[in-house]
């Protein structure tokens, strides 16, 4: 397999390049893109601008975003292969538009003016050496930030030959490709395991036969205590809300180990908390566990269908009233522990083939932004056997 190649470097002017390949230019971005404030598209599509993304449509965005309703003939009008400067832009640079559109007017729509490979520069602008360029450019403070185009322009791109823009671009349209499967693999295995871990879950408390009895008498829940976040304290003790920790106070309510559900927000949802730690109104904690097994309790409330006892408002809350009367199995506190270790174990073999695939991505992550920022500052070149 070909390697990539080292480039014979010169010195450049840019603070943020210092050097690039002999055979480059070093263009300033004025004489590369004119700024396009064009207005008065209020029937155009909405537009926005995702940093994974690009410039889409809300629609293919899918999130869900603050939407202009009126005065969108003041929107700027973008067009496809355009490049806009977001107030995001000095974190994850310049975005490229993948359609026409109207998008914010605090925005800036780039238009290229030379013959340019609009890859490579989608490329470029979203290399962490030029992500640090954006950051000089900034102006205004904490939300406000915005890039200072002014300023901006005047700053230097890189701009090899145009065939090796395409040939870079080209290279790393494959290998990106290679790389997103690779992901997309890893992350299908990692939701498999995680239903495996479920199943087990499920399939171990159920082999137990024991009598049932109402839940309230295995664990009987209790409504967390009120803190809103103004008053957090500064300390060690987290506060667990309806789906994990929220914050951190300088007082516990409870006692580890102990168990939460979600009441509102995140309904249903189960943490096994190990330190002492504040019960949050917006969860439910194990009051009493009548001397069961904390961990074997854990696994039950996990296999318990609780949002469908989610009742008040459109969002819900959980009643705990309702939930302590659904029937469970309870063995004697022997056969518990043994159900619960034997979970653990399995559900540790899954979570290192689990932590082992993340790792994988995040290796894999690293990678195609080394290979990216080698390529589109011409510090490697691609390899001949691969130019297209």
Same mark, same amino acid.
């Given at each position: 397999?070909?390697?990539?190649?080292?480039?014979? @470097?010169?010195?450049?002017?840019?603070?943020? %390049?210092?050097?690039?390949?002999?055979?480059?230019?070093?263009?300033?971005?004025?004489?590369?893109?004119?700024?396009?404030?064009? +207005?008065?598209?209020?029937?155009?599509?909405? @537009?926005?601008?995702?940093?994974?993304?690009?410039?889409?449509?809300? #629609?293919?965005?899918?999130?869900?975003?603050?939407?202009?309703?009126?005065?969108?003939?003041?929107?700027?009008?973008?067009?496809? #292969?355009?490049?806009?400067?977001?107030?995001?832009?000095?974190?994850?640079?310049?975005? %490229?538009?993948?359609?026409? #559109?109207?998008?914010?007017?605090?925005?800036?729509?780039?238009? !290229?003016?030379?013959?340019?490979?609009?890859?490579?520069?989608?490329?470029?602008?979203?290399?962490?050496?030029?992500?640090?360029?954006?950051?000089?450019?900034? +102006?205004?403070?904490?939300?406000?930030?915005?890039?200072?185009?002014?300023?901006?322009?005047?700053?230097? =791109?890189?701009?090899?030959?145009?065939?090796?823009?395409?040939?870079?671009?080209?290279?790393?349209? $494959?290998?990106?490709?290679?790389?997103?499967?690779?992901?997309?693999?890893?992350?299908?295995?990692?939701?498999? %395991?995680?239903?495996?871990?479920?199943?087990?879950?499920?399939?171990?408390?159920?082999?137990? $036969?024991?009598? $049932? +009895?109402?839940? +309230?008498?295995?664990?009987?829940?209790?409504?967390?205590?009120?803190?809103?976040?103004?008053?957090?304290?500064?300390?060690?003790?987290?506060?667990?809300?309806?789906? &994990?920790?929220? &914050?951190?106070?300088?007082?516990?309510?409870?006692?580890?180990?102990?168990?939460?559900?979600?009441?509102? &927000?995140?309904? &249903?949802?189960?943490?096994?908390?190990?330190?002492?730690?504040?019960?949050?109104?917006?969860? @439910?904690?194990?009051?009493?566990?009548?001397?069961?097994?904390?961990?074997? =309790?854990?696994? =039950?409330?996990?296999? %318990?269908?609780?949002?469908?006892?989610?009742?008040?408002?459109?969002?819900? *809350?959980?009643?705990?009233?309702?939930?302590?009367?659904? =029937?469970?199995?309870?063995?004697?506190?022997?056969?518990?522990?043994?159900?619960?270790?034997?979970?653990?174990?399995? @559900?540790?073999?899954?979570?290192?083939?689990?932590?082992?695939?993340?790792? !994988?991505? *995040?290796?894999?992550?690293?990678?195609?932004?080394?290979?990216?920022?080698?390529?589109?500052? #011409? $510090?490697?070149?691609?390899?001949?056997?691969?130019?297209?």
């Amino acid at each position: 397999m070909a390697k990539l190649t080292f480039n014979k @470097l010169k010195r450049t002017e840019a603070i943020w %390049l210092p050097q690039i390949p002999e055979h480059w230019d070093l263009i300033k971005v004025r004489h590369l893109f004119k700024e396009s404030t064009k +207005k008065g598209f209020p029937n155009e599509t909405l @537009l926005v601008a995702s940093q994974e993304h690009g410039v889409v449509s809300k #629609g293919t965005y899918g999130k869900r975003t603050v939407e202009a309703t009126k005065d969108l003939q003041n929107l700027k009008l973008v067009e496809q #292969g355009n490049f806009v400067i977001s107030l995001r832009s000095f974190q994850g640079g310049i975005e %490229l538009a993948h359609e026409r #559109g109207i998008i914010s007017p605090a925005y800036t729509i780039m238009e !290229e003016t030379s013959q340019i490979d609009k890859r490579y520069f989608k490329n470029l602008f979203k290399s962490p050496p030029f992500i640090s360029l954006m950051t000089l450019c900034v +102006k205004g403070i904490r939300e406000g930030q915005n890039i200072d185009y002014p300023t901006f322009k005047n700053e230097y =791109l890189p701009f090899p030959p145009l065939e090796e823009q395409q040939e870079i671009s080209a290279y790393l349209d $494959k290998k990106n490709n290679k790389i997103d499967k690779f992901i997309r693999n890893k992350e299908r295995l990692i939701e498999l %395991l995680e239903e495996q871990k479920i199943t087990i879950i499920h399939q171990s408390i159920s082999e137990s $036969k024991s009598e $049932k +009895k109402r839940l +309230k008498f295995a664990c009987f829940l209790s409504r967390g205590y009120d803190l809103s976040s103004d008053k957090f304290k500064d300390g060690n003790t987290p506060i667990y809300g309806s789906n &994990g920790i929220i &914050g951190y106070h300088n007082f516990a309510t409870t006692k580890a180990p102990c168990i939460t559900v979600g009441r509102s &927000g995140s309904v &249903g949802e189960v943490n096994f908390v190990d330190c002492d730690f504040w019960a949050h109104n917006t969860s @439910l904690y194990v009051y009493r566990n009548y001397k069961n097994d904390w961990k074997f =309790l854990y696994f =039950l409330l996990l296999t %318990l269908d609780m949002k469908s006892y989610a009742a008040g408002t459109a969002v819900g *809350s959980l009643n705990r009233n309702n939930v302590h009367e659904i =029937l469970v199995s309870i063995p004697k506190i022997n056969e518990q522990i043994n159900i619960a270790n034997k979970i653990q174990s399995e @559900l540790n073999k899954i979570n290192l083939a689990i932590s082992k695939a993340q790792k !994988e991505i *995040s290796s894999i992550k690293e990678y195609r932004e080394a290979l990216i920022t080698d390529l589109v500052t #011409g $510090k490697r070149s691609v390899p001949q056997s691969q130019m297209i």
